[in-house]
């Protein structure tokens, strides 16, 4: 029996924008079940790379699949995805739970008591029938992920998932991202902060100018550098302009 594909897998994939390279051959491959933290500097190519992932855009150059689906075949590989942007898209008219039966409707997953379940377990369900308009921005960001996770997506993006968030609400994320990982969904997690990553990621890559610069679990990258080292001292190492010349 062949093993199990990849939740990610990428091959030489490229973005240009113009003659500005954004993503530079990328060969990434991350398991189904693991957490998949994504650093990089500010402009190094992650928004890019997720958004080629999520069928967003499409690659310049080189292939990518997602759940076992190529990311040219959007149908496939959107019902097998949930993604939460920087921005999440959500509709300042409606109310809370109005986006998100909305969501659910077109996603064909019409399952009321998860709806109702996940408003409360971010405690949104007191503000569920207030317009999203209203919202400050930590709760259109847990609105946000919620939707995300509504259909039970076998591979979960989450773009800094605990910007704007209060202790408690990044607290909620992160066992949420716990939970649906020990439920054998694979989060691929981009964010700037290191100490979320160093709690939960199986695996860590890091990605400068376009290029995967280090890949592997948070302790062996830390070991690398030495011995009681952070991740933030392997990011500092790997995306110096001295580490790109050695
Ligand atoms: N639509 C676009 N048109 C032109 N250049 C772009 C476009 N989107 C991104 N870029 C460029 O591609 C490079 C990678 O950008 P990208 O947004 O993928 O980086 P990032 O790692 O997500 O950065 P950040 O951490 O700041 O969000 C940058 O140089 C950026 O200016």
């Known amino acids: 029996m062949s093993p199990p594909s990849p939740a990610i897998r990428t091959d030489g994939l490229r973005?240009?924008?113009?003659?500005?390279?954004?993503?530079?051959?990328?060969?990434?491959?991350?398991?189904?079940?693991?957490?998949?933290?994504?650093?990089?500097?500010?402009?190094?190519?992650?928004?890019?790379?997720?958004?080629?992932?999520?069928?967003?855009?499409?690659?310049?150059?080189?292939?990518?699949h997602v759940a076992g689906q190529p990311v040219s075949d959007r149908s496939a590989v959107v019902e097998h995805i949930g993604f939460l942007p920087?921005?999440?898209?959500?509709?300042?008219?409606?109310?809370?739970?109005?986006q998100l039966e909305y969501i659910a409707g077109l996603r064909g997953h019409e399952d009321w008591d998860r709806v109702e379940s996940l408003l409360s377990r971010f405690d949104l369900d007191?503000?569920?029938?207030?317009?999203?308009?209203?919202?400050?921005?930590?709760?259109?960001?847990k609105l946000g992920l919620i939707?995300?996770?509504?259909?039970?997506?076998?591979?979960?993006?989450?773009?800094?998932?605990?910007?704007?968030?209060?202790?408690?609400?990044?607290?909620?994320?992160?066992?949420?991202?716990?939970?649906v990982a020990a439920a054998d969904t694979t989060v691929f997690l981009s964010t700037h902060i290191l100490p979320v990553v160093e709690e939960l990621a199986?695996?860590?890559?890091?990605?400068?100018?376009?290029?995967?610069?280090?890949?592997?679990?948070p302790t062996a990258l830390t070991d690398d550098?030495?011995?009681?080292?952070?991740?933030?001292?392997?990011?500092l190492d790997v995306t110096s302009a001295d580490h790109a010349e050695r």
Do not use: C, W
């Open 126 to 141: 007191g503000d569920a029938d207030r317009r999203v308009e209203t919202y400050s921005k930590g709760m259109k960001q």
């Open 147 to 179: 939707q995300a996770l509504l259909h039970e997506p076998d591979v979960l993006f989450l773009d800094e998932p605990t910007s704007g968030l209060d202790p408690r609400a990044a607290r909620t994320v992160r066992d949420t991202i716990d939970e």
């Open 202 to 217: 199986d695996t860590v890559g890091v990605l400068y100018d376009g290029e995967l610069v280090a890949e592997g679990s």
């Open 15 to 64: 973005k240009q924008y113009g003659d500005a390279v954004a993503v530079a051959d990328l060969d990434l491959t991350v398991d189904r079940g693991s957490v998949f933290g994504f650093l990089g500097p500010n402009g190094a190519g992650k928004t890019s790379t997720i958004r080629i992932l999520t069928t967003l855009t499409t690659p310049t150059a080189g292939t990518a």
């Open 225 to 235: 550098v030495e011995a009681g080292s952070t991740l933030e001292d392997v990011f």
């Open 86 to 98: 920087e921005e999440p898209p959500l509709y300042d008219e409606l109310t809370g739970r109005e």
